[in-house]
Nanobody
Framework: QVHLVESGGGLVQAGGSLRLSCAAS????????MGWYRQAPGKQRELVAV???????NYADSVKGRFTISRDGAKNTVYLQMNSLKPEDTAVYYC?????????WGQGTQVTVSS
């Protein structure tokens, strides 16, 4: 079992920045991938960015050049640095971890970008 704790959401004006963090904890787990998804009201949950262990980082086209995902292996923590935020980035952001083929989700953190 993997437990995820997210932090860093909030309200920001367009053009501003926020940094999300997600710490994974548990026993006897190995991380295959860590990433971030988001879900806006009335829309499906969508991939924002993902770091597979030993693989290439993948970003949604809508965030390329503005968002940066990074990972601290020693702390089992994944970060999402979000710059040049736009109102359309407003959503609940969810941390996602894949471990031993199982998918775990964080509780979600609200990001609201005002125009």
């Amino acid at each position: 079992q993997v437990h995820l704790v997210e932090s860093g959401g909030g309200l920001v004006q367009a053009g501003g920045s926020l940094r999300l963090s997600c710490a994974a904890s548990g026993s006897n787990f190995a991380i295959n991938a860590m990433g971030w998804y988001r879900q806006a009201p009335g829309k499906q949950r969508e991939l924002v960015a993902v770091i597979p262990t030993g693989g290439s980082i993948n970003y949604a086209d809508s965030v390329k050049g503005r968002f940066t995902i990074s990972r601290d292996g020693a702390k089992n923590t994944v970060y999402l640095q979000m710059n040049s935020l736009k109102p359309e980035d407003t959503a609940v952001y969810y941390c996602n971890v894949v471990s031993w083929g199982r998918v775990y989700w964080g509780q979600g953190t609200q990001v609201t970008v005002s125009s």
